[in-house]
Structures are given as C-alpha cells and as structure tokens.
C-alpha cells in the first residue's frame, strides 16, 4: 500500500500516521519515499513486527537515529542499509538484535572491519547472525581481514559480494588461534572458550575478484572449500593461463567471466579452452574480455562435444 501510493504523492506525516500500523511486516521508506523523519517515530512506536525494512539512500539520516530504530530490528529478515550512515557500533546492535536475519545490504555505507566482526561475533567470542544468506559490503572499507571473520563465523552464507575472494579463502583455509586472536582482538572481542576450527565446506554460489595480484593457492582453495559455485568472476588478475585449470573441479559452475590484465597473461588457447572443455557444457553465461585473440570456432565445436 505504502508502494502503490507513494507512485502518485509525496508521504507526509499525515499519509503515514494511518498507514503505518503494527501489522505492518514490509516497510520501503528508500530514497525519501516519505516523510523519513515522521515515518521513522510512527514505525519506533508501532511496527514491531517488520519482516523487512528498506531505508537505503537516507544519507541525511545521521547513526543516532539509524541506531534509534534497533527496537523495531527483532523479527527482521530483511535490511537494506545501502547508501546510509551506517557506522560499525550499529552493526554490533544489529548482531544481537537481529537473530533471524538473513539479508543484509551494507553496500557503500561507512563500516569498518571493526563493525563486520562485531556484527558476527559477539563479546565473549560466541557467533551470531547464524542464519543469514545474503550479505552486501562493496564499496566499504572492508578489508581481507573482515571478510575472512565472516566467512568463517557465518556458515550459512550464500552470496557476499567481497570483491578479493580468493585471497580471503585463503586465509579461512589456513584459520587458527594466532589468526583467530589477532581479527577478533583487534575488533574489541574476545576469543571463543572452545577453538574454533576452519570451515571445510563454504556455501558461497558466486566468487568475485578484481584484485591484480591473485595468488593461485586461492584458486585452490576455492575449488576445496567451494563445490557449491556457480559463478566466478576474475577481472584484471596477472595469473598464469594454467590457474584457470584450478576451477575445473567446480561442479555446478555455470557462469565464468573473465577480464585479462593490462600484462595478458591469459591466453585463450592454453587457458580458457581447455577449462571449457571440461565445464564448457554446464555454462549458461561466458564473458571474455581484453583477450589477443579467442576461437569462437573452436569453442563451440568444444561445447558440442557435451550437447
């Protein structure tokens, strides 16, 4: 209701006194569809039982009043924070608030590493969030470090748009106390009672990387603690053509898209074909680019092989 009217007119503080109610479960208030201020008291007083809120692009919101709104967050599944003033000591609220989450979209807010951990973890070292599956943080100052904690604390993740993957299963691959102890610590948490052991099995669908320096212990470990991809993106990475061989094992891998790098150190006939023969069958989406020469010929008569 709230959608459909706010298509015609502005929502000032009259319209949203009588729509906002406490059987409210969805809310959309992104990109000032209303009177942000008003809208965000009445959903303080009465919604309580929201499912899913949408406030992304309120950048005059200052964190005091984002952080207002954490009451409300009990029964969320669903937040989109994109574009807000989001800070890292909201997120530690919504880590403890926020038990049922399962999509978070933190994408170009002003969160750190610190914020991340905290939202994962809580003080005495124990894992939080655990049932959340989507989770957005480009464009942040999220570093290697951050992500690794979450991907080693959130074991029901599915997608989560960190733009290093690989040199992040890297480093949960190789998950010990020393590790453990220096990202926790230097987040303000302390370490769990038990150890916590490296995941063996990462749910993620969809590995990302633009970074130019990959290294190809990543690939591997990706193609170990992965089975579950089903789309991988490399963009402006100075690999040898022979690492793209470490994605072969990848199961259900249907999308690949590849960038070479300003050094064009991919070579088509020597990496890319042979991975498409072994995986060119599955794939619904190829993207080749920045390559000296590619075999459309050859490729396809490779794919027709398994059709």
Avoid at 50 to 64: D, F, G, W
Avoid at 112 to 132: E, I, K, Y
Avoid at 139 to 151: K, N, Y
Wanted: hydrophobic residues 40%; glycine residues 6%.
């Amino acid at each position: 209701m709230l959608e459909v009217i706010s298509e015609y007119r502005a929502l000032h503080r009259k319209h949203l006194h009588v729509l906002l109610q406490k059987q409210i479960q969805n809310l959309n208030l992104s990109f000032g569809m209303g009177d942000s201020y008003h809208g965000f008291e009445f959903m303080k007083q009465r919604c309580k039982s929201l499912k899913q809120l949408n406030i992304s692009y309120l950048r005059h919101m200052n964190p005091s009043v984002l952080m207002g709104l954490v009451p409300c967050f009990s029964n969320l599944v669903s937040l989109n924070l994109r574009m807000t003033l989001t800070v890292d000591q909201l997120l530690r609220q919504i880590g403890r608030a926020c038990p049922d989450l399962r999509e978070l979209n933190l994408a170009s807010t002003p969160i750190t590493d610190r914020g991340l951990v905290q939202l994962c973890v809580a003080d005495d070292g124990h894992r939080l969030c655990q049932n959340l599956l989507r989770l957005f943080v480009a464009d942040t100052a999220v570093s290697t470090g951050g992500a690794t904690v979450v991907l080693q604390s959130l074991p029901n993740l599915r997608e989560f748009d960190y733009d290093q993957i690989f040199d992040v299963l890297e480093l949960v691959e190789n998950w010990d106390q020393g590790l453990e102890s220096r990202l926790l610590m230097g987040a303000g948490v302390r370490l769990s009672a038990e150890p916590t052991l490296p995941p063996s099995h990462i749910r993620l669908t969809t590995l990302i990387s633009v970074a130019e320096h990959v290294c190809v212990q990543g690939l591997e470990a990706a193609a170990r603690l992965c089975p579950e991809t089903r789309s991988v993106t490399l963009s402006n990475a100075w690999l040898p053509s022979e690492a793209l061989y470490k994605l072969m094992v990848m199961e259900h891998l249907t999308s690949i898209s590849l960038t070479n790098s300003e050094g064009l150190t991919l070579d088509f006939h020597e990496g890319v074909l042979p991975l498409l023969a072994v995986c060119g069958h599955r794939l619904q989406n190829l993207i080749l680019t920045n390559f000296t020469s590619v075999d459309i010929t050859g490729e396809l008569q490779t794919m027709s092989n398994y059709m």
